[in-house]
């Protein structure tokens, strides 16, 4: 059902304005002028625009399909490793738009946990941020866009008991211990997890904007610089000592021990609706920020990782990876092998998703050249694994009815029972896989979890 308001503009229209990147074109000259006069739609609409922007940071390839009917939000290119400061939203993707998830804002009394899971919040919209080690969370919640933000959010340790709150915004974490947030007045500061102070980041970070922002989680931060999502895009790298200088591209993943930055080229022109564009892959060296290697015949725009010893490079949707010592291109998944989602395990070895067009979606590990290792189900349709690959987990990313989750560890495949039905995912791992952050409908509540699996 769409949330609509009384004499405002609804959901639709205000995604579809955020879809049409906020040229006021898109709107009547009634709705035009309803938005100049109306500070509660002008509220809504940065909602939306939160909205889309943390949907990005976590999943940099989500689709948002705003305008298309009964749809479901999915990823259009291979879901790998753990992005850090991923987030959860409790949101669905209804018949037009972009539709928050309502929800009863109390906590049931005395409730703490359920069926085993920590509840860490009950909330309309929430999620969590874990940090590089693993040890510390940021938690947000907010009663809904309609409602004014929260001043503040809650850092937790792994075992979720509350250290401290944090100003209120969207965060990245820098490194196991500090993390940059952009605060309600627009100003960016840097805060660590024992310090009560904040500094200010002079720099102008794109934390709420949806453009390409990534921590090695060593202390760098890559981030666009202008032309985001163009031939014309260029970045940069913060770090606390200053800002690096700007160079074309737009960064797209760090290596594990944070000592290479995967690099996109967009090139040429975006051809039809559904159409990725082209560009080539390039890998720097970090701090000298010299090319490593490059590879001008990448393809397609898409989600990319580096495997867990920093060796390879997942290439987007091609189910090659790129050997980064060599320069060499090898083809690992076959070509006649549809797959949507790919993570790497500890041994360097690919987990690709199949899509086979029914309800099954079975999943194969690859070795790098080209061997089908072994082959199993698991449950729902999406991956999302740690940064070392020791835990990979499957999920239903489509909204289903599933209360259960697959965790393929050390090469073992088990299910873990969920209290409900994940309302949004993937559920966000700490970087050992040990902890895992999930939003669940739990009794008809929406709830943020946090359970050991």
């Not at 938005?35 to 390839?61: D, S, V």
């Not at 947000?140 to 709150?165: C, F, I, N």
């Not at 309800?359 to 991956?383: E, F, H, I, N, Q």
Request: aromatic residues 6%; contains cysteine; proline residues 6%.
């Amino acid at each position: 059902m769409r949330w609509r308001r009384a004499s405002h503009l609804d959901d639709e229209t205000l995604a579809r304005l955020i879809d049409d990147g906020e040229r006021q074109d898109s709107l009547s000259a009634a709705q035009s002028a309803h938005l100049g006069g109306c500070e509660q739609c002008r509220q809504m609409l940065a909602g939306h625009r939160q909205a889309r922007a943390l949907l990005l940071r976590a999943h940099p390839n989500a689709e948002l399909p705003a305008r298309s009917s009964g749809a479901q939000l999915r990823f259009a290119s291979p879901l790998g490793l753990a992005t850090m400061g991923a987030v959860i939203l409790v949101v669905a993707l209804g018949t037009a738009g972009l539709v928050v998830q309502r929800a009863n804002r109390q906590a049931p009394a005395g409730a703490t946990s359920v069926e085993g899971w920590s509840v860490l919040a009950t909330t309309d919209i929430g999620g969590a941020y874990w940090s590089p080690d693993g040890k510390w969370f940021l938690l947000w919640s907010r009663p809904g866009y309609d409602q004014p933000a929260p001043v503040a959010m809650e850092l937790h340790d792994a075992k979720g008991h509350l250290v401290k709150t944090v100003p209120f915004g969207t965060p990245i974490w820098v490194d196991g211990r500090s993390f940059i947030v952009e605060t309600a007045a627009g100003s960016a500061v840097l805060a660590t997890v024992d310090s009560a102070t904040v500094e200010p980041v002079s720099a102008n970070l794109p934390l709420d904007s949806g453009s390409a922002i990534v921590s090695n989680g060593h202390g760098a931060v890559a981030f666009s610089t202008a032309g985001a999502n163009t031939t014309a895009s260029q970045f940069a790298i913060w770090t606390p000592q200053g800002v690096s200088r700007q160079l074309p591209g737009q960064p797209a993943a760090w290596s594990r021990d944070g000592s290479k930055l995967a690099v996109w080229h967009y090139q040429g022109p975006i051809v039809g609706a559904d159409a990725m564009p082209g560009g080539w892959m390039e890998v720097l060296s970090w701090p000298d920020l010299k090319e490593l290697v490059a590879l001008p015949d990448t393809s397609v725009a898409g989600f990319t990782s580096f495997d867990p010893s920093g060796l390879y490079l997942l290439l987007p949707g091609t189910g090659s990876v790129l050997d980064v010592t060599t320069g060499a291109r090898i083809q690992v998944v076959p070509d006649s092998t549809a797959f949507d989602r790919a993570a790497w395990d500890q041994n360097s070895n690919l987990i690709i998703q199949e899509w086979t067009g029914g309800a099954s979606y079975p999943v194969t590990t690859y070795s790098l050249d080209g061997k089908p290792l072994w082959r199993s189900d698991v449950t729902g349709d999406s991956l999302v694994g740690t940064l070392d690959g020791k835990t990979v987990v499957g999920y239903s990313g489509s909204r289903s009815q599933k209360s259960a989750m697959t965790v393929i560890r050390d090469g073992v495949v088990h299910d873990v029972a969920l209290p409900g039905p994940l309302l949004f995912g993937p559920p966000q791992l700490s970087a050992d896989g040990s902890a895992v952050v999930v939003l669940c409908n739990v009794g008809g509540r929406s709830q943020i979890l946090l359970g050991s699996i």
